[in-house]
C-alpha cells in the first residue's frame, strides 16, 4: 500500500499535475476522496503556493491531508483540532529534517526545479503514509 501511494505521487507529477496535486491524489483514495476532488481542492499550493515562493506543494499536502486523518469536523471536539496541529507539526518537522527545508525556493535553489521535486514528492509520501501507520 505504501509504495503504491508513493509510486502513484511520482506518476501523477510526472503527468504534469503540480507537487500538491500529485500527493494528494495519490493519498485520497485511503479516505474515500475521488481523485478529482483532491486535485482541484490542491491544485492552488502547487509551485511555492502558486509561484510565489512559498512551502513547497508537496509539504501543503501533508497538511491537507492531515485534516482528512486528524481534522476537526462540525461535530468534534477542540481536541481534535489540537491532534490535528500536532499532526502538521510532526509531518512538517520530518519534511524539513529530511529535506532541509521546506520552502520551494530553498529547495530548488531559486530555480524551477521540476526534477528536484520528484525527491521531494517522494519524500512527502512516504512521510504521510509511515506516520498513519500503511506498510
Not at 525556493?105 to 525527491?119: A, D, H, P, S
Amino acid at each position: 500500500m505504501k509504495q503504491s501511494i508513493v509510486d502513484k505521487a511520482v506518476e501523477l507529477y510526472e503527468l504534469g499535475y503540480s507537487s500538491s496535486q500529485s500527493v494528494c491524489a495519490a493519498l485520497a483514495g485511503h479516505y474515500g476522496l475521488d481523485q478529482e476532488t483532491a486535485m482541484k481542492m490542491s491544485a492552488s499550493f502547487g509551485d511555492g503556493t502558486s509561484h510565489l515562493n512559498g512551502t513547497c506543494g508537496a509539504v501543503d499536502a501533508l497538511v491537507v491531508m492531515a485534516g482528512f486523518e486528524k481534522g476537526q469536523g462540525l461535530l468534534d471536539t477542540e481536541d481534535i483540532r489540537e491532534e490535528n496541529y500536532k499532526m502538521v507539526r510532526d509531518l512538517v518537522g520530518q519534511f524539513k529534517k529530511r529535506n532541509g527545508s521546506v520552502y520551494c525556493y530553498q529547495l530548488c535553489e531559486g530555480i524551477k526545479c521540476r526534477e528536484k521535486c520528484v525527491k521531494y514528492i517522494q519524500s512527502a509520501a512516504e512521510i504521510y503514509t509511515d506516520y498513519i501507520g500503511l506498510k
